[in-house]
């Protein structure tokens, strides 16, 4: 209910998942990211050896250092989403896919980007 109060120190769940599927809202922040926490995510990547990732965290202010506390890594993504990056509801687009093909491809140089697919076929099509 809505004018209902929560007692102190009682943990309420609200969904089991926030996400940008359940109905959340992607913002670009990143003008205000705290360069600590941009290093804690290369220290991160390094560690698993990923060029592209994405990590979820939760953070009161993400302006401030993950050092400072209220910050908490929730899930690291080897293959994250990237549309909200492309297209948020809130602030700059920023190019990511530029950003990823990057860091594999020289520019300048040939290049082959590879893609597999897999597709089903009936016995009874053939």
């Not at 990547?45 to 990732?53: D, E, G, V």
């Not at 009161?60 to 509801?89: C, Q, T």
């Amino acid at each position: 209910m809505l004018d209902s109060i929560v007692e102190s120190d009682r943990t309420v769940y609200l969904r089991k998942v926030a996400n940008l599927s359940a109905g959340g809202v992607s913002i670009d922040a990143t003008t205000i990211i705290h360069h600590h926490n941009i290093i804690l995510a290369q220290d991160i990547a390094q560690y698993f050896r990923l060029t592209c990732l994405g990590i979820d965290i939760i953070a009161e202010d993400i302006s401030k250092s993950w050092r400072s506390g209220n910050f908490a890594i929730l899930e690291i993504n080897s293959a994250p989403g990237i549309l909200m990056h492309l297209n948020p509801v809130m602030g700059e687009s920023v190019d990511v896919p530029t950003h990823i093909l990057s860091t594999f491809f020289e520019s300048g140089r040939d290049s082959r980007i590879p893609i597999i697919t897999f597709n089903h076929i009936s016995v009874s099509e053939l």
